[in-house]
């Protein structure tokens, strides 16, 4: 059975070369996180189940790694913005699948040259890196990702605090990932959907990209697309059925209509008050356009009267409990009002800035 390399590199051509090698020699691999404790960094090598770790200064055998089958490329933790972090399991074909698809839709005259800004850790910083590994892309790299187009870079893939913190105007492309971004953009600037378990963003602009499929099975966000994940490490494939064909069940709620996606966020935490159903990521986009918002997460907890009643955790320099409760009355319904408002000194995220919501019972 295969082996499971554990590339240790920072974000750089050092790290694109050794992808290149794994590719050559079909070594499934896996990434270590720079940017993790030592503890953390062991927790997720077992997670992962790697059986070796490569670095800059060589390669040592792991007593605790796993081996994985044939074709398997990519073993990868999920977000964990929703709970304990999956090991997914991409193959070649399915990574191969997604740098094409990606590089196909967004072509112009000539292939996107990408500036690399995301932890290689996560899918969409990887996926990048994949698309000059396994397509036709090029690559640029610098900490300050203003400067990417002066290097010959067209595209970018960022969060959305990237997006703020960062003047990304000269782009051709600038994807947005890892959660909604803010409700005004530049004209340059799409909005992505997608999973660890997809190989990155399968559907740009409420658009699913050439050979996905998108449809709502009840209520769930379902998919069919060559670039799925074949397994995790300690459970198979989710999947559920409809009119006789296998679909993959996200975990999200939303939309589909007139062939355009509408994503409502994670299912398991949407918000039923007074029976009507408030989903968090809605009410967090329409806080954080109000004046005097640094940033917010909302959640819900048990009530006796409303069944649940929401909450907001709010970072700002000042009270804003009116304009909150009168921007969700009017956009949404008066039961969207938040029961209560609490400020907070920061609102806990993932490395790719996904709110944790788990951890948010720890602040209410």
Same mark, same amino acid.
């Given at each position: 059975?295969?082996?499971?390399?554990?590339?240790?590199?920072?974000?750089?051509?050092?790290?694109?070369?050794?992808?290149?090698?794994?590719?050559?020699?079909? $070594?499934?691999?896996?990434?270590?996180?720079?940017?993790?404790?030592?503890?953390?960094?062991?927790?997720? @090598?077992?997670?992962?189940?790697?059986?070796?770790?490569?670095?800059?200064?060589? =390669?040592?055998?792991?007593?605790?790694?796993?081996?994985?089958?044939?074709?398997?490329?990519?073993?990868?933790?999920?977000?964990?913005?929703?709970?304990?972090?999956?090991?997914?399991?991409?193959?070649?074909?399915?990574?191969?699948?997604?740098?094409?698809?990606?590089?196909?839709?967004?072509?112009?005259?000539?292939?996107?040259?990408?500036?690399?800004?995301?932890?290689?850790?996560?899918?969409?910083?990887?996926?990048?890196?994949?698309?000059?590994?396994?397509?036709?892309?090029?690559?640029?790299?610098?900490?300050?990702?203003?400067?990417?187009?002066?290097?010959?870079?067209?595209?970018?893939?960022?969060?959305?605090?990237?997006? =703020?913190?960062?003047?990304?105007?000269?782009?051709?492309?600038?994807?947005?990932?890892?959660?909604?971004?803010?409700?005004?953009?530049?004209?340059?600037?799409?909005?992505?959907?997608?999973?660890?378990?997809?190989?990155?963003?399968?559907?740009?602009?409420?658009?699913?990209?050439?050979?996905?499929?998108?449809?709502?099975?009840?209520?769930? @966000?379902?998919?069919?697309?060559?670039?799925?994940?074949?397994?995790?490490?300690?459970?198979?494939?989710?999947?559920?059925?409809?009119?006789?064909?296998?679909?993959?069940?996200?975990?999200?709620?939303?939309?589909?209509?007139?062939?355009?996606?509408?994503?409502?966020?994670?299912?398991?935490?949407?918000?039923? =008050?007074?029976?009507?159903?408030?989903?968090?990521?809605?009410?967090? $986009?329409?806080?954080?356009?109000?004046?005097?918002?640094?940033?917010?997460?909302?959640?819900?907890?048990?009530?006796?009267?409303?069944?649940?009643?929401?909450?907001? @955790?709010?970072?700002?320099?000042?009270?804003?409990?009116?304009?909150?409760?009168?921007?969700?009355?009017?956009?949404?319904?008066?039961?969207?009002?938040?029961?209560?408002?609490?400020?907070?000194?920061?609102?806990?995220?993932?490395?790719?800035?996904?709110?944790?919501?788990?951890?948010?019972?720890?602040?209410?």
């Amino acid at each position: 059975m295969p082996s499971l390399v554990a590339l240790d590199f920072p974000l750089g051509p050092a790290l694109v070369e050794e992808l290149t090698e794994c590719a050559m020699t079909s $070594q499934a691999f896996c990434l270590v996180d720079q940017r993790l404790s030592p503890r953390a960094r062991e927790a997720a @090598l077992v997670a992962m189940g790697a059986t070796h770790l490569r670095s800059p200064s060589g =390669t040592v055998t792991l007593t605790t790694g796993r081996e994985v089958e044939d074709g398997d490329a990519l073993v990868m933790l999920t977000s964990g913005s929703s709970g304990t972090p999956k090991a997914a399991i991409h193959t070649w074909q399915s990574l191969i699948a997604s740098a094409a698809i990606t590089q196909a839709t967004l072509r112009s005259d000539r292939a996107p040259v990408w500036m690399a800004g995301l932890p290689p850790s996560h899918i969409g910083g990887l996926a990048v890196l994949l698309r000059c590994v396994l397509n036709d892309a090029e690559l640029r790299f610098g900490d300050d990702l203003a400067i990417g187009p002066s290097m010959g870079a067209t595209h970018i893939s960022v969060v959305r605090t990237q997006l =703020t913190r960062f003047d990304l105007s000269d782009y051709d492309v600038v994807l947005v990932g890892g959660g909604k971004p803010p409700g005004s953009v530049a004209p340059n600037v799409h909005a992505t959907w997608g999973l660890t378990e997809t190989g990155s963003g399968i559907v740009y602009d409420g658009v699913a990209l050439p050979e996905v499929a998108v449809r709502v099975i009840n209520g769930e @966000l379902c998919v069919r697309t060559p670039t799925l994940f074949r397994a995790y490490r300690d459970a198979q494939r989710p999947s559920v059925e409809a009119d006789g064909v296998a679909w993959f069940p996200t975990g999200d709620g939303g939309d589909v209509r007139d062939g355009r996606v509408s994503v409502h966020g994670r299912i398991k935490f949407v918000i039923t =008050t007074g029976g009507e159903k408030v989903w968090p990521d809605d009410l967090e $986009q329409l806080f954080l356009s109000v004046a005097g918002v640094r940033d917010v997460a909302v959640t819900g907890v048990d009530d006796d009267e409303w069944g649940q009643r929401i909450i907001a @955790l709010v970072v700002a320099d000042e009270p804003l409990d009116e304009a909150l409760k009168g921007i969700a009355h009017e956009h949404i319904g008066p039961w969207a009002k938040p029961k209560e408002i609490r400020y907070v000194a920061a609102i806990p995220r993932t490395a790719n800035g996904k709110i944790k919501r788990d951890a948010l019972e720890h602040l209410r």
